[in-house]
């Protein structure tokens, strides 16, 4: 499998190639330089710059530098701008040479878009930047008859570098919450706004390993509507849909814990995975289900089990270590949920807890139904 570099290893890759492109452009700066600014530009480079750089990337081994990360390219971009604007001043003042300005907007823009400085540090590197070359513009005409464009180009740049980040930084927002609103529509059920399937296997995979490492209970329940068909047939789809959206609301005020994994298992069937949960629990939360569908008294009038929508729940319960998997559980719940069909439905009951690899259901235990 690729791995793929962490943004912090990413971030020292970017540094480093920044240290090689400094130290490349000396290079071309030592041909155009007067022979006399040679030592002057390289103590600047070699023991200021270059120095800033490395001071950097050794920031990055820090455990604080997530924390600081923004402010530390802040300081080092503008330190490298205003050493740059030194090596602009001491060309000048010495020689009467225009070193040129170029590179100074090239570490602004290096700030903005690879080290990738957030929207205020970029305004305040484009502030002090700004600052500090219009002084040294005001106070030494290095560029003589050029000064005023020169200024002009130095400016606009950066603040055409902090829109361009204003407007990336947008953007990527945008497409976050596009990136969110997807994985949200890809793990939800649009009828119920409880887990989809995918989610709710995903999510109860995680769940159960947890438990099965820590040999904690669990608690698994498969609830089915019963009768659902003719219920669909006699009242119509969208009759069907609000009952499947009543047996979602009951289920999420039966289980309210927030490690209690639910979601929609398919059609009308839905899925509880319930840690640490103990079976006089499962019996009263399994009980609270059945009155509630009681309560609700929605008309199945034509059903072979009575005249209202009623529900029937197949419970596993016991020692995660005891499952081979979730799989496993599910398969028992199931069992037992075909238990509660057949032996009259609008009950429960729970699979055999014991020995479940070598009899995935030795006999349905108990069995209850609201009173
Ligand atoms: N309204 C509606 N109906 C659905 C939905 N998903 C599945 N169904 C219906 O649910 C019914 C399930 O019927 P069966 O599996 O035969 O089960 P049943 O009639 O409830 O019978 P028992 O489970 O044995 O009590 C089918 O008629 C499906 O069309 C849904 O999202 N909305």
């Known amino acids: 499998m690729k791995a793929s570099l962490s943004e912090t290893a990413r971030v020292r890759l970017f540094i480093t190639i920044g240290g090689v492109l400094i130290a490349l452009f000396m290079i071309g700066d030592l041909e155009l330089l007067p022979v006399e600014l040679e030592a002057a530009y390289l103590t600047n480079r070699l023991f200021v710059q270059l120095p800033l750089v490395v001071a950097l990337l050794a920031f990055t081994f820090h455990p604080r530098f997530p924390e600081f990360r923004q402010p530390a390219f802040l300081l080092t971009v503008m330190a490298l701008t205003y050493a740059n604007y030194y090596l602009i001043y001491l060309c000048w003042a010495r020689a009467g040479f225009s070193f040129p300005y170029e590179g100074t907007l090239l570490y602004a823009f290096f700030g903005f878009f690879v080290l990738g400085m957030a929207f205020r540090y970029a ?41 361009g980040r204003h407007r990336l930084d947008y953007l990527l927002g945008q497409l976050q919450a596009a990136n969110e609103e997807l ?52 009242y119509g789809h969208q009759q ?12 999420r005020s039966v289980f309210r814990r927030q490690t209690d994994v639910l979601g929609r298992y398919g059609g009308e069937e839905f899925l509880v995975v319930a840690p640490g949960m103990s079976e006089p629990e499962c019996r009263a939360r399994a ?78 235990r108990d069995a209850g139904v609201a009173s």
Not at 128 to 146: D, K, R, T
Not at 195 to 222: D, G, H, I, K, Y
Not at 240 to 251: F, M, P, S, T
Not at 293 to 304: C, F, I, R, V
Request: aromatic content about 8%; hydrophobic content about 45%; proline content about 2%.
């Open 287 to 364: 009980e609270e289900i059945l009155r509630g569908w009681q309560a609700q008294a929605l008309a199945n009038e034509g059903s072979p089990g009575g005249c209202t929508l009623s529900c029937s729940i197949g419970i596993c319960q016991g020692s995660a270590s005891d499952f081979s998997s979730l799989n496993h559980v599910i398969h028992c719940a199931d069992e037992a949920l075909y238990q509660a069909k057949h032996g009259g439905r609008a009950t429960y009951v729970f699979a055999a807890s014991a020995d479940h690899d070598r009899a995935p259901l030795a006999v349905a």
């Open 240 to 251: 069907g849909d609000r009952a499947i959206r009543i047996q979602a609301d009951l289920l």
């Open 123 to 163: 305004v305040a590197l484009m502030l002090f930047s700004s600052v500090g070359f219009s002084a040294l513009m005001v106070a030494h005409p290095v560029y003589g008859n050029f000064t005023l464009i020169s200024a002009g180009f130095v400016l606009a740049s950066l603040f055409i570098g902090v829109i």
């Open 183 to 234: 994985v949200r529509l890809s793990t939800t059920d649009a009828l119920t706004g409880l887990s989809n399937r995918r989610a709710l296997m995903s999510e109860s995979e995680t769940l159960f390993a947890v438990l099965q490492r820590s040999e904690q209970p669990v608690a698994v329940f498969m609830l089915d509507l019963d009768f659902f068909k003719q219920f669909n047939d006699r």
